[in-house]
């Protein structure tokens, strides 16, 4: 179970970052506003954030292999961080560039998963 989120995590992460930089758009979750693209293909048709989604699933492998309730507990606390200070600032910027074109994706695709 534990190699399964393992490849997960790398999966979402690094595919995330890839369609990025395949599509030359900025991968700097800090400058949003910077987007020249909007990525909805490959891992992007089933979360808008696979590099969240994948983080997500290596801090709960580590967290497991910690054997600490605490870990999971905080994991909880980092979605709803990401959540507040990350992803509705990156939407935000992008519903500003890419308009009704990213509207239409975030009405079909989750967050997350």
Request: hydrophobic share 55%; no cysteine.
């Amino acid at each position: 179970m534990v190699t399964g989120f393992v490849l997960a995590g790398v999966f979402f992460a690094l595919s995330g970052a890839i369609s990025f930089r395949l599509a030359k758009t900025t991968v700097n979750p800090l400058k949003p506003d910077t987007a020249s693209s909007l990525v909805t293909s490959g891992v992007y048709q089933f979360t808008r954030n696979p590099m969240y989604v994948g983080f997500v699933a290596l801090l709960f492998v580590w967290a497991s292999h910690l054997g600490s309730a605490w870990g999971i507990a905080l994991i909880a606390l980092y979605i709803v961080y990401i959540q507040r200070f990350q992803i509705v600032p990156e939407e935000r910027a992008l519903v500003a560039i890419f308009k009704v074109e990213f509207s239409d994706y975030k009405a079909k695709v989750s967050p997350w998963l």
